[in-house]
Nanobody, 122 residues
Framework: VQLQASGGGLVQPGGSLRLSCAAS????????IGWYRQVPGKEREGLSW????????VIADSVKGRFTISRDRAKNTFYLQMNSLKHEDTGVYYC????????????????WGQGTLVTVSS
């Protein structure tokens, strides 16, 4: 499985971005996808997760109400819609995949994209 994250960039506070995670290597219907954020000096933070086949999702409290995870199974692509962005949302965003059901901790994900940088600044 290979993952490629994209869609990051510079956005003003209050703005929106949609990150994409394109997967290759076959169907991920039996996988879970997670989005994580890394800020220098801090631990990697889990944001949102989805069971690809069933479509059920989990969202971290820290971004609940602002971030939404979704999938396009036909395109093998996964999205993180981010609204009402804040300065503290700045970081490198990664998508990750694991066989099986959602796991919250990053250590359970074997496949990682390269990361895409999101900068929230005026």
């Amino acid at each position: 499985v290979q993952l490629q994250a994209s869609g990051g960039g510079l956005v003003q506070p209050g703005g929106s971005l949609r990150l994409s995670c394109a997967a290759s290597g076959g169907s991920l219907d039996a996988f879970a996808i997670g989005w994580y954020r890394q800020v220098p000096g801090k631990e990697r933070e889990g944001l949102s997760w989805i069971n690809v086949g069933e479509g059920d999702t989990v969202i971290a409290d820290s971004v609940k109400g602002r971030f939404t995870i979704s999938r396009d199974r036909a395109k093998n692509t996964f999205y993180l819609q981010m609204n009402s962005l804040k300065h503290e949302d700045t970081g490198v965003y990664y998508c990750a995949a694991r066989p099986g059901a959602i796991a919250i901790e990053a250590m359970w994900y074997a496949f990682w994209g390269q990361g895409t940088l999101v900068t929230v600044s005026s």
